[in-house]
């Protein structure tokens, strides 16, 4: 598991859309109101995808394919995160990464 | 255990991409509803279903399938679903994953509920037939961009064949693809969309129907923290003599009914929408719903606890009594 800080993954982000969970404050407001309860989601995945931590964020696609995009967490977040579209980026990204593997 | 997520995710852009529908409903059968009301073909304001209540209930079904699938020896195979989905052109699932008829005929009911509701304000509205098709909502999510933006371009080609201009939706997912989503897929896209529950409440008078006793309302997330339609139910369900309580979590905070995972993890689909559940139990026995996923999420956890029925059946049932047609509160 590679844990080299890079921009590579960030960077191919923002090319598919306004990736933006550079403004989070990591208050954890978000996991709180999540309906699935998981930790993960959103604040610590999109840090691995700030740190560019592609491989770890390859090793939560269940975790990012899980989610709702309800925004229940997006209604109460005090930095006004679009984690939700944040959430579906990372999933085009991750459809490029299974095609790519095919 | 599921399916690998990128098989599953895979069968359903296969679907997309093959016949303009992430599943399998023959497009004359999903449109028999409005040749029976006689809607014109087309015109400046149409009604668009998006399909999304007459497919709804495959995707329980492909959910049931898909468990069957995860639980045989052929959850081994990686990419075997999808080979196979592909080999079948798209039909497979369609041959295996039946809802029952009575799921599907309630449902099916659903857009002609609509019109009638909107003819009763003195809205009238053409349709689109063949062409109205799936909006791609479960693609969109799925992070499908690519696929998803070359159906948005054959549905807006569609709206000028047919001089469209004006856009009457009933369900939150259709109705947030063509109005937030496919403004940015389609260049110079100008079309004006309106939920029906945005239409009907703006042509809503004083009038107060007899009460029809108390129902606690499920806001869809979609429309609540999407679209922003949150009030207009509340004040249409009050028009028509329904009590409306609200759950522990309600309006812009609404809780999710599990859906949207539903297709690729049905166990945590399962746990939202059993939590959900307890909280709408707890304040009513009848609960009214506004999106055909969030109907059918629910119904499948609710069990004899809740008696879940869609927005356009109990704003129908006070227009008949009013009328004397004899429904029952
Ligand atoms: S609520 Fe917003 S600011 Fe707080 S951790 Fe979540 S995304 Fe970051
Ligand atoms: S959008 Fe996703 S991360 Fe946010 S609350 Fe809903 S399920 Fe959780």
Redesign the pocket.
């Known amino acids: 598991m590679s844990t080299v800080v890079t921009s590579v993954l960030a960077d191919e982000l923002a090319v598919l859309g306004g990736f933006d969970?550079g403004v989070?404050?990591?208050?954890?407001?978000?996991?709180a109101a999540c309906p699935l309860g998981l930790d993960l989601l959103?604040?610590r995945l999109?840090r691995h995808a700030l740190l560019g931590m592609a491989e770890r964020v390859q090793g939560e696609s269940e975790a990012i394919f899980s989610c709702l995009l309800c925004r229940a967490?997006e209604a109460?977040?005090?930095?006004g995160?679009h984690?939700a579209e944040d959430v579906r980026l990372l999933r085009r990204w991750l459809l490029g990464k299974f095609e790519e593997a095919q | 255990m599921a399916l690998p997520t990128r098989d599953v995710v895979g069968v359903l852009s296969d679907n997309m991409r093959m016949r303009g529908s992430v599943l399998p409903v023959p497009a004359r059968r999903a449109s028999r509803w409005a040749r029976r009301l006689g809607l014109p073909m087309g015109g400046p304001t149409v009604l668009y279903t998006g399909l999304m209540y007459q497919i709804i209930p495959y995707i329980g079904s492909l959910s049931r399938l898909q468990a069957r699938v995860a639980a045989s020896p052929l959850a081994r195979f990686g990419g075997l679903a999808r080979l196979a989905n592909r080999a079948s052109r798209g039909y497979g699932l369609a041959l295996v994953a039946r809802p029952s008829r009575q799921e599907q005929a309630e449902l099916d009911r659903v857009p002609g509920n609509v019109v009638r509701l909107l003819r009763a304000a003195g809205v009238d509205v053409g349709y689109l037939y063949e062409d109205d098709l799936y909006t791609g909502a479960l693609a969109y999510d799925l992070g499908s961009d690519e696929v998803v933006a070359s159906h948005a371009r054959r549905v807006a080609a569609a709206f000028a064949r047919h001089g469209v201009r004006e856009v009457i939706t009933i369900d939150p997912h259709t109705t947030n693809m063509l109005r937030s989503v496919y403004p940015k897929l389609v260049e110079g896209y100008d079309v004006r969309v309106r939920s029906y529950l945005e239409v009907l409440a703006e042509h809503a008078g004083e009038a107060r129907a007899p009460s029809a006793g108390r129902a606690v309302v499920h806001d869809s997330c979609v429309f609540a923290r999407y679209e922003g339609v949150l009030d207009q139910p509340r004040r249409l369900l009050a028009a028509a003599g329904v009590e409306v309580l609200e759950p522990l979590q309600s309006g812009r905070h609404t809780w999710c009914c599990g859906g949207p995972a539903e297709s690729l993890y049905p166990e945590k689909a399962a746990a939202v929408a059993g939590e959900r559940v307890a909280q709408l139990s707890a304040v009513a026995r009848d609960c009214v719903t506004m999106c055909p996923i969030c109907l059918v999420s629910l119904r499948q956890a609710c069990g004899a606890r809740l008696a879940v029925r869609d927005i356009s059946e109990y704003l129908l049932d006070a227009r008949r009594s009013q009328a004397g047609v004899g429904v029952s509160t």
């Open positions: 969970a989070c404050m990591n208050c954890g407001v978000c996991t959103p604040r999109l967490c109460n977040c005090p930095a995160v984690i």
